[in-house]
């Protein structure tokens, strides 16, 4: 599963992402944040509320005009979730292709090391070998 990410990020669509985000934000100033603790002393939805919730979202797909408004944020929050999925897949493969990139090169080095060509061999394996002892118990076995 290598190179399933080949661009390059351009960082004035990082930045007009960015301005995005904030402007979400700013069209919801009711947005808070709450911490766990306080998320505790919240109702829980039961399996014994299931029936009485069930039609409660009955009614309110039949007469739209009763449900409240903040209903409404679970469709901005599913799609932002979603989002949030897929850039945190593609970081998730991006940073694959970089360590099986990072591994190619090292293997690469260890290979050419005996190379009178390339001056800075000796000192480009050095580096990288005790960058590559310093994963510890993470290194990759098959190399």
Known sequence: MSNLISTEINP????????LIKDIKNKMPYLINIDSSSQLL????KEEHLQFVE????HAKNVP?????????QVVYNDLTNLTELVKSTITVSGSDAYVAAISIFNSVRR????DTI???????????????NLGDSKPTHI
């Open 65 to 73: 005009a009763i449900v409240p408004n903040y209903i409404e944020l």
């Open 112 to 115: 050419q090391t005996n190379n």
């Open 42 to 45: 919240l109702p829980k939805l």
């Open 119 to 133: 001056s800075e061999i000796h000192s480009i394996h050095l580096d990288l070998s005790k960058a590559f002892e």
């Open 12 to 19: 004035q669509s990082i930045k007009e992402i960015v301005d």
């Open 55 to 58: 039609k409660c979202l009955d």
